[in-house]
């Protein structure tokens, strides 16, 4: 009975020691088991689809992939089928190893080597040669080692990553996205069991056609199916999945998806020194096959004028995310140097950058929408800028200026710009590698200057967002960052507006337009480069049209080659996409007033063209107009007569007065105007009538505010009008505040303390003005 005692404990304490010893040996330091092999690098779209695997350095693919993203499945038949006493064994079978010599030595059957799981690991692992015995007497050693280190599961994580699955694919991450274009997570029973003999004969033929498998592994896998019912059990419907046809893809059919901006991100991991072994991108694969699809389409049809190369970018303003991007029109084509990014590269962008010198003149209260510009020859000192048709149009509002790309208007606007200017503006937004301001001086108004596709997207992408800029996005974990306000929101939606109105070429697809399109078209000098940018729904497309080496084409204009690839685009976008306006909401600051459309200033009775203005009140430009007067004439001789002269033989006339620059325009284009009369020799003014009294604010008076008080914290604007006065206008500081019939007074709320004048100007003209002094206390 001692002896018993005696022998149990000397047992229990090897045991404890054996346990010790082995948790030991885990916790001392040991490589990963994955460092010795090279990986490739797999990049994925926003949804989580293969864009494209890369070789590792030793030209296989490897995707190492944890034990707990495999499929139970697939774990299963490896060991069913390998190494069904896996978790129970030491590292070797001491029962296999002896039937696998019998086998083979003794009866000299198929060679049959008798290794463990661990023993295969051991193999690849350290690169032994096992088919001698003393090649197999280290395998069998290194194969203790490894259940020393290492845990069981990762030893079988380990097993599946480096066994080779046929051609140059090792692990089951390759072999699954491979061959079945998924993680090894979703595969079906079928496909487990496919993968689970692959290893065993790694080069069992298939089809590289076809890619359908030859009969000894469709054999194989059967089998394996055979004895996965005996242990596991199935159904009819998992029955009947195993008499479908069994493909497997070829390496040669992987998906080889947005190369240009692949290439970008692997490009940029490289130059950081990163290895990253999954890139997920902000690309959605449909979307890039959308804008794919019709680039190859127009190049096709256009391609006997002499159109060869087309590329565009499709941003997600919400999150600044990059879903689609196309380089050129393909990737292969070295006569077009398809492999050349062309959607980040430099490029004139003729006047796609319009709409914000009209933005800043906007924010700037130079403009609204409908203030007149002159479209005249001018020259701004040694510049003279001329239009792309060598003709000029006169007078026109600052919309139709931008909408028909005048470029006498936006030399002019630009030109005006100050704190900041459309230079400085560029620079605040990060147009990178710009030169010095004097370089480009007024010409960087008309594409002077060079940005990108990604560049140009995210300058339209600002007016989507209000005014804020953001970088863009390629990669899925990046964050969507707060950006910087360059721009209003009030300008913003104002410019977006002026926008929406360019009329489109296709004027079937306009009429069933389901949202507004906010977009401008460029062509750069000498015809080498033809651009569509603009804002669509959620989105802003940019396409552009040319040659990378920098050759012209006459085809190559805006209007008629990129902007009807960009409209194929949005007609596409618009029926597969839920689309919603990113202009919709007014901001509270956007008013619209009645102007008149001769001038863009406020209506007077004698106007005969009026229409409707969006402006900033405080900002925009407001004042009475003055190209519709009247004039006091005889009746009978239709001869001009001062106003005190006035009788009933008299009447009014209204004359157009234009400046002679514009007058020379319409004489030009057959449209002479009226010549007003003189009336120098009046004493009086020749309106007609009697000019507005102010009479609040009171003259001399110092009107005290109480801050905390909003009650009293409100001048009133009144003032007595002639009989004929329907309207009056009020500025303070020649900042319109409002308008208000002459029987109504308006509220003004000061801001600040100060001395402010006060003006009415009523619809005939006429006007008087006030000085106010203001102090604001707390």
């Known amino acids: 009975m001692r002896r018993l005692k005696r022998f149990v404990g000397n047992l229990a304490a090897i045991i404890f020691i054996a346990a010790l010893v082995l948790v030991g040996l885990r916790l001392l330091p040991h490589p990963k088991l994955s460092n010795n092999l090279f990986l490739s690098t797999a990049i994925y779209d926003q949804n989580g689809a293969l864009l494209r695997l890369n070789l590792a350095k030793d030209e296989r693919y490897r995707v190492w992939t ?231 389409s127009y190049i096709n049809r256009y391609s006997n004028k002499g159109v060869k190369n087309a590329a565009a970018i499709l941003v997600d303003t919400r999150d600044m995310g990059v879903v689609a991007a196309v380089g050129s029109a393909d990737y292969f084509n070295e006569d077009i140097g398809g492999q050349i990014n062309g959607f980040n590269i430099k490029r004139s962008p003729g006047s796609t950058l319009k709409p914000f010198i009209y933005a800043l003149a906007i924010e700037q209260g130079i403009i609204h929408p409908q203030s007149v510009l002159k479209d005249v020859p001018t020259s701004f000192s040694s510049y003279s800028p001329e239009n792309f048709d060598n003709r000029f149009m006169g007078p026109l509002s600052a919309a139709q200026a ?146 990378f080496d920098n050759s012209g084409n006459p085809a190559f204009v805006g209007s008629d080659s990129a902007a009807p690839l960009f409209f194929n685009i949005v007609n596409s976008l618009q029926a597969t996409q839920k689309l919603h306006d990113v202009n919709r909401a007014i901001p509270a600051n956007v008013k619209k007033v009645d102007v008149c459309l001769s001038s863009g200033d406020l209506v007077t009775v004698w106007c005969k063209r009026k229409g409707k ?73 020749p309106d007609i009538g009697i000019a507005p009294s102010i009479t609040s604010p009171l003259k001399n008076t110092l009107y005290t505010i109480r801050e905390s008080k909003e009650e009293t914290a409100r001048i009133v604007l009144s003032a007595v009008a002639d009989a004929n006065v329907k309207t009056l206008y009020w500025f303070i500081n020649d900042e319109y505040i409002g308008s208000a019939t002459p029987s109504k007074s308006i509220v003004w709320i000061p801001k600040k303390s100060g001395r402010f004048e006060v003006r009415a100007i009523d619809d005939h003209g006429r006007a008087d003005m006030r000085n106010a002094q203001v102090v604001i206390i707390k």
């Open 66 to 296: 944890p034990l707990d993203e495999i499929s139970g499945d697939v774990i299963k038949g490896v060991l069913l089928h390998e190494d069904k006493w896996f978790y129970r064994h030491f590292g070797f079978n001491p029962i296999s190893l002896v039937r696998g010599g019998w086998i083979s030595y003794i009866k000299k059957g198929n060679m049959q080597g008798g290794s463990t799981v661990t023993m295969q690991l051991a193999r690849m692992y350290w690169k032994l040669n096992t088919r001698s015995i003393s090649g197999k007497l280290t395998q069998i050693v290194r194969a203790v080692e490894l259940e020393l280190f290492y845990s069981k599961d990762e030893i079988l994580e380990a097993y599946l990553n480096y066994a080779p699955y046929g051609r140059n694919i090792e692990g089951i991450g390759a072999a699954s996205l491979i061959y079945f274009n998924k993680s090894p997570k979703n595969l079906t029973l079928p496909e487990a069991l496919a993968l689970s003999v692959l290893p065993q004969s790694p080069s069992y033929r298939v089809d590289k056609n076809t890619g359908y498998v030859g009969e000894k592994l469709s054999r194989a896998r059967d089998e394996l199916f055979e004895k996965w019912r005996e242990v596991y059990g199935t159904d009819e419907l998992t029955n009947a999945l195993f008499s479908l046809p069994f493909t497997l893809r070829q390496p040669e059919l992987l998906p080889f998806r947005a190369p240009h901006l692949v290439e970008q991100l692997l490009r940029e991991d490289f130059n950081r020194g990163i290895v990253n072994l999954r890139i997920d991108t902000t690309i959605d694969l449909r979307l890039q096959t959308l804008l794919e699809t019709h680039i190859d």
């Open 402 to 547: 931008l909408i028909r790309s005048r470029n006498i208007p936006a030399v002019y606007l630009n030109n005006k710009l100050k704190n900041p200017n459309f230079y400085a503006f560029l620079k605040r937004a990060k147009i990178g590698k710009m030169a010095s301001e004097n370089h480009y001086g007024l010409a960087l108004a008309l594409g002077g200057g060079e940005v990108t596709m990604l560049e140009e997207a995210k300058l339209y992408a600002m007016l989507a967002n209000g005014g804020v800029i953001r970088e863009v996005r390629t990669r899925k974990e990046q964050a969507a960052g707060e950006g910087e306000r360059l721009l209003s929101k009030e300008a913003s939606f104002i410019t977006l507006d002026m926008l929406s109105n360019m009329p489109r070429a296709d004027a079937v697809a306009a009429e069933t337009q389901r949202l507004p399109i906010y977009w401008k078209t460029g062509t750069s000098w000498g015809f080498r480069d033809a651009w569509s940018a603009g804002v669509v729904g959620q989105y802003v497309l940019i396409v552009w049209l040319g040659n």
């Open 613 to 685: 203005a969006w402006f900033i009140p405080g900002v925009s430009p407001i004042r009475v107009d003055t190209v519709y007067r009247p004039i006091l004439v005889d009746k009978k001789t239709n001869l001009p007569v001062c106003p005190d002269k006035k009788s009933a033989d008299t009447k009014i006339e209204v004359y157009e007065y234009y400046s002679s620059d514009i007058l020379d325009i319409f004489k030009r284009a057959g449209l002479p105007k009226r010549q007003p009369p003189n009336m120098e020799h009046c004493a009086s003014n």
